[in-house]
């Protein structure tokens, strides 16, 4: 296959597979399929459509936008966005029948779109149960129920779901998920006394959908996951039957020798021991290679070397030795495919975690995509 110089080869069937490995195990919860943020850098139709061939009966987005463009790309599949701001587009949402997160203030601003349209907008509601983020307070609960349930009485809504977000999942041994889960149930209780007795209870994001049945409810909202990403530090992907779906890939664009004690890259932060050989590497900061990574791994003709100095807006160097067969054109693997490299590798040379490292690759790099079904 001829690749561009720099290219992230996106296999759709993994993402497939990995949605349909996630759902046998929480079924007979639904699987909500997080496609915001570009599909966490893999594209978001690409992913809209390989998450449903996999299963997923829900598509989730962070903005109305994001979920106005699976519209316009024919996916008629449910859709729930979950973060607005006062110029969120409330109208085109229910215009397009995407389901609203509600926390509080976007009730009114809601409802006020729905009466124009004389269209009941499908809603969810959110509460806080511990994150700190978006969501009623406790405090808040009864309140956005009572005024939910007026609202569905006069016919301007349809509560569909009642969900939260878990903070420290990740972390199977915290209890602070437990705290959280409880909360969860006494808003479900308050929910029933006012009213409202939604199909969707929601609350497990991938963690908690692979580590807490407890947690899985009416529906789960796996992110992370159906990319091929472990969401734990202490567990790989593969150890839970999950495959990577990214694999971030480009060529050498210069080989040199060079003396013992020659700098490295801007800083001149690394100098080399002794003669050896220097790979350079074409990407850089500017393609979403972090720039404080130090020490990352890259495969070059099935052997692993190591970052050397600081990643560049559009480069960065390896180390090859002294002595080397490493030639310029030889194709370089970061993360992904068959290298045995994990994003979780280079999250933790950049001191962060593979969420960011797959969701941060930018549009300088072109999206391959293989292993898609006929017509998606």
Known sequence: MSLPERAAIIDAAAIAHNVATIG??????????????????????????AALAGGADWLGTAH???????????????????LHTTGASFRAAIEQHIDLGISGWELDRVVAAAQEL???????????????????????????VARAAEHRNRGLISVEGIFTHLAVADEPDR???????????????????????P???????????????DAHFDMVRVGVGIYGQSPFADRTA????LSPAMELRTTVANVKRVPAGQGISYGLTHRVEAPTHLGLIPIGYA????????GAPVLIRDRRYHSAGRVAMDQFVVDLGEQTDVQVGDEVTLFGGKSGIEAADWGAAAQT???????????????????QEPGA
Request: hydrophobic share 50%.
């Open 353 to 371: 975690i593979n969420y960011e490292i797959i969701t941060r690759i930018g549009a300088r790099v072109p999206r391959v995509v293989i292993n």
């Open 199 to 213: 199909d969707l209870r929601h609350a497990a994001n991938t963690p908690a959908a692979l580590s807490r049945p």
């Open 118 to 144: 004389h269209e009941p907008a499908r809603v969810h509601l959110k509460i806080d149960t511990g994150l700190g983020r978006n969501g009623a307070t406790v405090a808040d609960w009864p309140a956005l």
């Open 238 to 241: 593969a150890s839970l039957g």
């Open 175 to 197: 209890r602070e998920t437990d705290q959280q889960l409880s909360v969860f149930r006494e808003a479900l209780v308050t929910a029933e006394a006012g009213g409202l007795v």
């Open 287 to 294: 393609d979403g290679v972090p720039r404080i990574a130090a």
């Open 64 to 82: 109305i936008e994001e979920a106005l463009q699976l519209r316009a790309a024919g996916i008629d599949a449910p859709i729930l966005a979950w």
């Open 24 to 49: 046998e195990f929480v079924r007979p919860a639904k699987v909500l399929a997080a496609v915001k943020a570009d599909g966490y850098g893999h594209g978001l139709i690409t992913a809209a459509r």
